[in-house]
């Protein structure tokens, strides 16, 4: 038993020093990285902000997303508990700075923050300041000193979305510690049944499969997206393929694609990095008449084969154009969103880098996704689907009714959010819920 104790002890401040440490090395990576630079100064005077900013005395719910990603993927239940509860004060933190310059005045929110460095000091500042009647986290990043702060006031703590591999290190034979930390947690809404099943074997049995909700928020986004009229100047009924949140390995193999091309198929490029040296010298290695959004010019798109898009924000809505989407990262750590594309009923095609993504799997599975490991491949994809109508067809109805059949996860999260925030008032729903898991 001493032994035990004295391993969490270590343990625990193993992790504090791998935070401070952590911390000192963005603080130094900030004088020559600009994203680096951004989370530094962003949690320069954070808590004392929060302390000014936030009403004490109102109720208070607290969401946690990494990064932009993570905040659409939570935005439907964030939308509905708002919609539930008006008179909420909606905190959203983020971990990352791209996450919170693109999120940090969504109408979503009563309070937008950079999530504190995780000391235990700053935890128990955070959450004493904060004071939610509820935190959800949406589908990772476990901090453990908020998680701490948390259960010491025994505010309830739930993770939506999330998912477990068996590779991670609440899961291996040294992750004692880690267990303990999950212990902690109220409830975990997961995405499948293998989450479910690994959590089960280290006994955490406060587990819902819900689902994943980025299932929900792609299916609003396609019944009702933005217009874009350059694009559609650029469009002009065109046949379009595009290639979504690409990274330099993936814009290679378009760039290869566009430049033996000889249809009348023109392309939409949507690159993860949007910096203007990159734009230009992406530009330079297209042999088409080529286009970037920031310089609009009627003529010139109505002329052009291929679009540069090198603004931020709008990926999501411009899928609703193409025919075929090529989503990026497939040769990186792995590939984006494929369901942001799959939702308007188009075939997706990515990297080798996928077979950590359900979604990607079960697309490939059924005829809705091709991968491809070079440009050989990508060639004949691009050439199989474009040039066979019926299998256009039948891979894009295949892409459309996957989304369809998966959504669903945002109903039976949001009964057990209100349950929480309200004890009572909704606790018959809550108890049906897990019954029927």
């Not at 791209?98 to 923050?113: C, I, Y």
């Not at 993860?272 to 920031?294: C, G, N, R, T």
């Not at 009964?415 to 809550?430: H, I, W, Y």
Request: include cysteine; charge should be neutral.
């Amino acid at each position: 038993m001493f032994f035990y104790f004295e391993t969490i002890i270590f343990m625990q401040i193993i992790y504090n020093i791998f935070v401070f440490v952590y911390s000192k090395a963005l603080w130094l990576a900030s004088f020559f990285n600009t994203k680096a630079r951004q989370w530094v100064e962003g949690r320069r005077g954070l808590l004392e902000k929060i302390a000014l900013e936030l009403d004490h005395e109102a109720r208070h719910i607290w969401f946690h997303c990494a990064s932009s990603g993570e905040f659409e993927q939570g935005r439907p239940v964030i939308e509905k508990f708002k919609a539930d509860n008006p008179d909420a004060k909606v905190v959203i933190t983020f971990y990352s700075p791209s996450g919170f310059e693109m999120r940090k005045n969504s109408p979503l929110a009563d309070h937008v923050f950079y999530m504190p460095i995780d000391t235990p000091s700053q935890a128990r500042k955070f959450v004493e300041y904060v004071n939610p009647q509820l935190a959800v986290f949406v589908k990772y990043e476990y901090w453990f000193n908020h998680l701490n702060a948390l259960h010491e006031k025994k505010i309830p703590v739930v993770f939506i979305s999330a998912i477990f591999r068996k590779n991670q290190m609440f899961f291996k034979w040294w992750g004692g510690w880690f267990r303990k930390q999950l212990k902690k947690i109220t409830y975990f809404f997961v995405q499948d049944k293998s989450s479910q099943g690994l959590l089960y074997e280290i006994d955490v049995r406060n587990v819902v499969v819900s689902g994943d909700t980025r299932f929900d928020r792609v299916f609003e986004i396609s019944k009702n997206p933005p217009s874009f009229g350059k694009v559609e100047k650029f469009i002009q009924g065109s046949v379009i393929f595009m290639g979504g949140s690409t990274w330099p390995a993936d814009d290679e193999l378009i760039v290869s694609l566009i430049n033996k091309d000889t249809n009348d198929i023109k392309f939409i490029l949507v690159p993860h990095e949007i910096h203007a040296s990159y734009i230009d010298k992406l530009m330079q290695h297209i042999e088409k008449p080529v286009v970037k959004y920031s310089s609009f010019d009627e003529q010139s798109f109505m002329d052009a084969r291929v679009l540069i898009v090198d603004q931020m924000g709008m990926l999501s809505g411009l899928y609703q154009y193409a025919s075929v989407a090529y989503i990026g990262g497939g040769f990186g750590k792995g590939i984006h969103n494929t369901l942001e594309a799959a939702t308007f009923g188009m075939p997706v095609v990515f990297g080798p880098n996928y077979k950590k993504f359900a979604e990607a799997v079960e697309l490939v599975s059924c005829g809705g996704a091709f991968p491809v490991k070079n440009k050989a491949e990508l060639e004949q994809t691009y050439v199989k689907l474009l040039g066979n109508y019926e299998l256009l067809k039948q891979s894009s109805d295949v892409a459309l009714q996957y989304v369809d059949m998966k959504r669903g996860a945002t109903k039976t999260i949001i009964v057990f959010l209100n349950t929480l925030f309200n004890p009572g008032s909704f606790k018959s729903q809550a108890m049906d819920m897990l019954n029927m898991n």
